[in-house]
């Protein structure tokens, strides 16, 4: 796995590196001091997952998660508890207090293993959900069996995801890269961090600000296509 330590302290930095030197099947990919640091890292370096401190100097590592396209698996580090049930808001794997005890970190690293197991084994036997897959969405009392293929749209709304399909936008309560895991990428396209597009409901594409694109869907919805992700969607669907 390749992680990346966040943490404003370098004795932080430093003890958690040393901590993960121990472990044959992690490789470190690198350092970073503050939420503008990270943010680049992360973007050039794709680890696998994160360490990352809450309480920094400038963004905390909760904006830092609110500002990327793609979310690496995240682990919390800090030396306060009050932000525990806020981490997990955030789909964290797990949450560990400063100072880090060494059977504490083993625990944390043996559930990023079996997540990661379980990713794999998704891939290998095909286990993603695809466009003539059939999904059951309850929002309050009102239920409804749907075709992927007539979703049009995921919309990441705090905890939740507003799926679009006919003049329906019910909510779940779900995070938009774990759905994003599951989805069949021939056919569903993460197009910022708030939304995933379904391909076959694109209608037009326009050129936008700073690099990036506007996708109008058959039944009128605009999706902005971020500058990041505006090049992979350039490649996917160009000849």
Request: glycine letters at 4%; proline letters at 3%; a negative charge.
């Amino acid at each position: 796995m390749k992680v990346l330590i966040i943490d404003d302290e370098r004795l932080a930095r430093k003890e958690l590196s040393t901590l993960l030197a121990e472990y044959k099947d992690i490789e470190i990919l690198g350092e970073a001091a503050n939420a503008d640091e990270a943010e680049e890292m992360i973007d050039k370096l794709n680890p696998d997952l994160i360490f990352l401190d809450i309480q920094m100097p400038g963004k905390t590592g909760f904006e830092l998660l609110e500002s990327l396209e793609k979310t690496p698996k995240v682990i919390f580090t800090t030396a306060y508890d009050e932000y525990a049930l806020k981490a997990f808001e955030f789909n964290a794997l797990d949450y560990l207090l400063k100072p880090i005890e060494p059977k504490r970190l083993t625990e944390s690293i043996n559930k990023i293993r079996k997540e990661v197991e379980a990713q794999v084994e998704r891939q290998k036997t095909g286990n993603q959900l695809t466009v003539n897959d059939q999904v059951f969405v309850k929002d309050g009392d009102n239920c409804w069996f749907v075709r992927l293929k007539d979703v049009r749209l995921f919309e990441s709304d705090g905890n939740y995801i507003k799926v679009y399909f006919d003049k329906n936008k019910p909510m779940i309560h779900k995070s938009l890269n774990a759905l994003d895991e599951k989805l069949d990428n021939k056919h569903f396209f993460r197009v910022s961090r708030k939304h995933i597009i379904n391909l076959e409901w694109i209608d037009e594409i326009e050129t936008w600000f700073n690099g990036g694109l506007m996708v109008k869907l058959k039944g009128g919805d605009k999706v902005e296509v971020s500058r990041r992700q505006a090049t992979k969607f350039k490649d996917l669907m160009s000849l």
